[in-house]
């Protein structure tokens, strides 16, 4: 079971995804995150604090989501990852390979928004 | 012990399937090594629901055999009756959105093996368990 939780401001989408990334989850969340990509913000931050599986389908999904956003000149950052999450990052040595952050509050600072 | 599941290899059975073989497991396995069961068994039931039918087949059928021998290994079966495939060697690159999966099974299960037997194809991984892992049961 999957939940979407979205909030945005001027720059920064976020969207909380709570529960699982497989391949159930992924089908359902794919079209529902597609007009997230198209929106008008630069940054995408996806909060992943409370998924509590991910297998290689999850991580597909994030990389495809990068792809996108990339193309477009944007970005995705993970925001707090689990520990789940970061178990199967690492399984694959890809957990460096997305921009994260612990505190969704600090993204403005990060990324020297100016709003 | 030995339990089978057989199902249509569509998506949201799939995730089934592996939440009721994690159930079985859950009562017999501490925390630490189930997320490497779960991981691999997802991977290898995903594969069939993406990989192992093409449009042409009118059904798709997955089934999953768990083999337990207590205090020392656990062996999970997954069958499919699609086509016959080889199981990739290498990991993609960073920017591959797919591909992964066999990868996973290999790193967290102690043994991978893949059979063609009577036009079905068998995924066969073996995890050996360490006495300390086991619940008392």
Known sequence: ?115 | MEFVLESNAETKQIRLIVVAIMAILKRLLKEDILYDLEVALSEACTNVAIHAYSDSYEEKKIKVKLKIELKKVIIIEVIDWGDEFSLPENLPDEYSESGRGVYIMRKVMDRLEYERINNQNYIIMHKSVEEEEWKNC
């Open chain 1, 1 to 115: 079971m999957e939940k979407l939780l979205v909030e945005k401001n001027n720059e920064v989408y976020l969207v909380k995804i709570v529960g699982e990334l497989e391949i159930d989850s992924v089908e359902k969340l794919k079209p529902k995150l597609e007009a997230v990509i198209e929106s008008d913000r630069n940054i995408l931050a996806i909060d992943l604090s409370e998924i509590t599986f991910m297998d290689s389908t999850g991580i597909g999904f994030l990389v495809a989501l990068n792809n996108k956003l990339k193309r477009k000149g944007k970005k995705l950052v993970l925001v707090k990852p689990s520990v789940q999450v970061i178990k199967t990052l690492k399984l694959i040595n890809i957990y460096h390979f997305f921009d994260q952050i612990e505190d969704i509050d600090k993204i403005e600072d990060i990324y020297k928004i100016v709003s």
